[in-house]
């Protein structure tokens, strides 16, 4: 039989660092999904300068990033890209043309901002979130 022993004194430092990151784990991955939705909604705003014509600005700037929250189903971060605007849905998904007597003089095809821009997103997600996981894990 052989004798050895162990130096356990890294193990209790590389411990306590785990448990540190632990605690602080909760508000690192509610900012790395608070940076990706700025990214997301950062593409959705490209997207929009790209394909809707009219410029008012007042599309543009009602795309908004929502907060970050816990699915109680799945316990997954979440966040969300939307619009304020009240004509957003209209620019969305089209609208009739209805004239002041109420008579119909057609159909306006709607964008689809939001869904190209989520194909868009779905392509670059994993970079995203691997630069961001990367800043966070050079702070730490």
Known sequence: M??????????????KELDDLQKLFPKEA???MQRTGTKARTIVVRRARQTVNKVSGRYLKSIKRGK???DDSTGEYKVRVYTRAPHGHLIEKGHRIVGKDGSEHGFVQGYHVFDKAAKDIEK??????????DKIMRNL
Request: without cysteine; hydrophobic residues 45%.
């Open 2 to 15: 052989s004798d050895f022993s162990l130096d356990t004194k890294g193990l209790e430092s590389f411990h």
């Open 30 to 32: 509610r900012r790395l």
């Open 124 to 133: 670059q997600f994993s970079d995203i979130v691997e630069a961001e996981f």
């Open 68 to 70: 970050v929250w816990v």
